[in-house]
């Protein structure tokens, strides 16, 4: 075995300062790249206001009719200008032009707090692309730079207070000079600089300072290169802009407008994330604090926000503590979802129990640990109940009945556990009922305030009473820090029915339908999810549309959500001024509605800005195809976030799909479909369907011949 020398501290103090240093100069880039995108907003926003709102600015104090003839008839005009070039107005003294230009920036300051920057994957310009370069770079240093760079600051300012101290023990000559005081100082120095260099030997700073400075000086990234990053987790990227561009959303609205006693015992809760792989948005690691401190809680964000990301770092957080055993309970249609989300975005040891062998799965949680995923049936047939530091609801409201089965297997277990959050995306403001019913299982104390003028006051005079127990942001509360895009795969399983569909499709050679087999049945995974993504965008009042291949699986989806919710079904025989009409009744639908549509017909040349949320229901054997359809709601026009939610099966023709199209380069087809010649031919950055299909029947026969039958 090869002995490490220990690293001195002289040295150890110069790699800590590169890694401060270095990583300052790349967070410097990226506040450098989005300044001048930030202006042209902030200047594109003063362009839209009179003049006349200097007057309110300085209440009055202001006279600006000489401006005004002087051809500066909006602030944008002014806030651009110089105190000497409005002086050359006549009639505007030195006074009256520097007040002018201090109001006009006291607006455009105001403005530029309400500012978020987009960045547009499909037209990217200079200034976008110097943002994703300069963001890039950091992104790709890994999750754990940011732990890495408060490490090296905190060796970095220690050793800048102990070597000094320490100085008088390099000699003896200099003890002697240095009194009994400096002796004693110096000793307790060289003490404590041995036991931080130790120390960082021991959590491998040594190594993580140099591979820090190593990733923070790599050559930029191409811009092709950076896009497709982008592309690939755009979430992360607006994550870390939001973290380091110092414009945070109104800090109420993001923390739910919860009273100041609450809100300060969240805001001191220090959360550790030392086991998480993501870092979270402010609203986001609000939220996770949330369900920490109070406990016992709801968390009723809006679709899209990310609750399960906010429960996982609170498991994460606990982990981090000493604690072995959590617990999620949720649908089936979202088990696989969790259990690669727990995977994919921290450390933690996911467990699913769930099917045939869920006994055993669960004999091996309780013995080892980590984060049992179960479903509510799964759950009833739990025998012993085992203590957990916190058990996670998702879509409580299947636990709102309190007479009900699911209901009382999951008080048993809430019974038993150190935390529980209840997890939902439906507004809690319009089902008095079924709150109450849920707050009575987590804090019945707070059940009083349920009732009276408080329901009838407005939705935030409703959070703020409820607030010990309930926590609910919008999208409008947090725009600034949301992506314009966010794609989520939904991994689900085979039913019966659906997978005895499949393996009949897959014996017979049959591709397509082995593609739709996940629709055999109208109480399918997939469906279900379907049905679930439709009910949370129905709650929120916000616009749905739906794309498959096949008209068929359009056919079954259709009648699961029923004529009521569907406001029309495009199909390749609808005709071009049908499609238009279909759209514009969509559109003028006022809240929820939702359109299905065959990919190939309603996904190139529709406008669908009204939708925020996109499902396409399989994989499609293009990828132009999928990024097409939903470029079609997520264009310039679209006010909301887009939510793309990509319905997938685990061990099938799905997973093969994304397999083989992952063996094309990612980097040659995003720079083809950015090339004139992929517009004029985009079959050249796609596989063919021959191909394609029999490579994946050949593999799936194999598989099953050897005995892995489909989930189900």
Same mark, same amino acid.
């Given at each position: 075995m090869v002995s490490v020398e220990p690293i001195e501290p002289e040295a150890l103090g110069e790699l800590a300062r590169g890694v401060v240093a270095d990583h300052a100069a790349a967070v410097g880039r990226v506040r450098e790249a989005v300044r001048p995108l930030r202006e042209d907003v902030v200047a594109e926003r003063l362009g839209t206001m009179a003049v006349e709102r200097l007057r309110e600015v300085t209440e009055g104090r202001l006279r600006v009719a000489a401006l005004e003839e002087g051809g500066y008839r909006t602030v944008g005009s002014v806030w651009a200008a110089t105190v000497g070039e409005l002086q050359l107005v006549p009639g505007v003294g030195r006074q009256t032009a520097g007040q002018a230009l201090a109001a006009a920036r006291r607006i455009g300051r105001a403005v530029e707090r309400? *500012?978020?920057?987009?960045? !547009?994957?499909?037209?990217?310009?200079? %200034?976008?692309? =110097?943002? *994703?370069?300069?963001?890039?770079?950091?992104?790709?240093?890994?999750?754990?730079?940011r732990r890495t760079v408060e490490a090296a600051r905190g060796v970095e300012e220690r050793l800048a207070e102990l070597l000094p101290a320490a100085r008088p023990a390099r000699g003896r000559l200099r003890m002697l000079l240095a009194g009994r005081e400096g002796r004693a100082r110096a000793r307790a120095a060289v003490a404590a600089i041995e036991e931080l260099t130790a120390d960082a030997e021991r959590?491998?700073?040594?190594?993580?300072?140099? #591979?820090?400075? *190593?990733?923070?000086?790599?050559?930029?990234?191409? !811009?092709?290169? /950076?896009?497709? !990053?982008?592309e690939l987790r755009s979430a992360d990227y607006y994550s870390l802009l939001a973290e380091l561009d110092g414009q945070p959303p109104d800090s109420d609205a993001a923390q739910g407008f919860v009273p100041a006693e609450i809100g300060d015992r969240v805001r001191a809760f220090e959360l550790d994330d030392s086991q998480l792989r993501v870092s979270l948005r402010g609203y986001q690691s609000f939220g996770a604090r949330f369900l920490l401190a109070q406990r016992r809680v709801l968390l009723g964000d809006e679709m899209g926000l990310?609750?399960?990301?906010?429960?996982? +770092?609170?498991? +994460?957080?606990? /982990?981090?503590?000493?604690?072995?055993?959590?617990?999620?309970?949720?649908? +089936?249609? *979202?088990?696989?979802?969790?259990?690669?989300?727990i995977r994919a975005r921290s450390t933690l040891r996911a467990v699913p129990v769930h099917g045939p062998e869920r006994a055993a799965e669960f004999a091996r949680w309780e013995a080892d640990g980590g984060v049992a995923v179960t479903t509510f049936d799964a759950l009833r047939g739990t025998e012993s109940v085992v203590p957990t530091a916190m058990l996670v609801v998702d879509e409580a409201h299947y636990v709102k009945n309190p007479d009900a089965l699911r209901s009382r297997a999951v008080g048993r277990w809430a019974a038993r556990a150190g935390r529980v959050a209840y997890l939902t995306g439906t507004p809690m403001e319009n089902r008095v009922a079924e709150f109450r019913s849920l707050v009575r299982q987590l804090q019945p104390e707070v059940l009083p305030r349920v009732a009276g003028r408080e329901l009838v006051a407005g939705s935030r005079a409703f959070r703020q009473a409820v607030a010990p127990v309930y926590l609910r942001r919008n999208q409008e509360d947090v725009l600034a820090e949301l992506p314009a895009l966010v794609r989520v795969d939904e991994w689900e399983e085979f039913g019966p029915q659906d997978g005895a569909a499949y393996r009949e499709a897959v014996e017979s050679g049959n591709f397509m339908a082995m593609r739709?087999? %996940? $629709?055999?049945?109208?109480?399918?995974?997939?469906?279900?999810?379907?049905?679930?993504?439709?009910?949370? =965008? =129905? !709650? =929120?009042?916000?616009?749905?549309?739906?794309?498959? $291949?096949?008209? /068929?699986?359009?056919e079954t989806v259709g009648a699961a959500l029923g004529t009521d919710r569907v406001t029309g079904v495009i199909s390749g025989t609808t005709s071009v001024a049908g499609r238009q009409q279909l759209v514009d009744a969509f559109t003028a639908v006022r809240g929820h509605?939702?359109?299905?549509? #065959?990919?190939?017909?309603?996904?190139?040349?529709?406008?669908?800005?009204? /939708?925020?949320?996109?499902?396409?229901c399989e994989p499609q054997i293009k990828p132009t195809m999928e990024h097409q359809a939903v470029a079609r709601a997520h264009r310039m026009g679209q006010v909301r976030s887009v939510r793309v939610h990509r319905l997938l099966v685990a061990d099938s023709v799905d997973q093969r799909m994304l397999e083989v199209l992952a063996g094309k380069s990612a980097l040659f087809d995003a720079y083809a479909r950015r090339s004139e010649v992929a517009a004029a031919t985009p079959d050249a950055v796609d596989v063919s369907q021959g191909e394609l299909a029999r490579r994946i029947v050949e593999e799936e026969r194999l598989r099953l011949s050897a005995g892995a039958l489909p989930s189900g």
């Open positions: 309400t *500012v978020s920057v987009w960045l !547009d994957v499909e037209e990217p310009s200079p %200034a976008t692309t =110097a943002v *994703v370069i300069a963001l890039h770079r950091l992104l790709a240093a890994g999750p754990g730079l959590r491998g700073l040594t190594g993580a300072f140099r #591979q820090a400075a *190593v990733d923070l000086l790599r050559d930029p990234a191409t !811009d092709v290169e /950076a896009w497709v !990053d982008f990310g609750k399960t990301v906010q429960a996982v +770092a609170a498991l +994460a957080h606990l /982990a981090a503590r000493g604690e072995s055993h959590f617990l999620v309970v949720c649908p +089936a249609s *979202v088990l696989i979802n969790w259990t690669r989300e739709r087999a %996940a $629709y055999a049945s109208p109480e399918s995974m997939k469906v279900r999810r379907i049905r679930e993504l439709v009910a949370e =965008a =129905a !709650d =929120a009042g916000t616009k749905v549309v739906v794309f498959s $291949y096949f008209r /068929a699986v359009l509605a939702v359109l299905l549509s #065959q990919i190939q017909a309603g996904g190139v040349g529709l406008n669908l800005q009204a /939708a925020s949320v996109v499902i396409l």
